[in-house]
């Protein structure tokens, strides 16, 4: 059986990519590993959490994941609409994971922040996820 974190980061990779409202602000630059030469902004499908949720009868994982927007464009204008972009994409969404089954992903928070550079801006985008095995 198949990783059910990796099932879902595939799945949200390839909805964010298929996504007209994503591509509208980042194009298809949707990374795992963002490229040395990236060209802003992008996005970074990253760091999340597994926990188990299993209950008497059936197993399943909780998922906390991220996507992070970043930005040049010279404030926070373009990581918030990258950010209500992904959030448009994901929130609900029927995903379709390998070797699992979504039973929900939900919206959490988001957070922009200024880097230290003073001209990156960025946007963690945060999520909930429930799977169970297929």
Request: hydrophobic share 45%; proline share 2%; aromatic share 8%.
């Amino acid at each position: 059986m198949s990783s059910a974190s990796w099932a879902l980061q595939q799945a949200v990779y390839a909805t964010l990519i298929a996504s007209s409202e994503v591509q509208a602000v980042v194009g298809t630059r949707v990374y795992d590993m963002v490229p040395r030469e990236a060209v802003f902004p992008y996005l970074v499908v990253g760091d999340d959490d597994e926990s188990n949720a299993d209950t008497k009868t059936e197993q399943g994982s909780e998922h906390a994941l991220t996507v992070t927007a970043w930005s040049r464009a010279g404030g926070r204008e373009e990581v918030k609409l990258a950010a209500e972009a992904v959030r448009s994409a994901l929130d609900g969404a029927a995903l379709a994971l390998s070797g699992h089954v979504l039973i929900d992903i939900r919206y959490l928070s988001a957070q922009f922040l200024r880097e230290s550079d003073g001209q990156t801006f960025r946007a963690v985008i945060k999520f909930r996820a429930v799977t169970e095995p297929s």
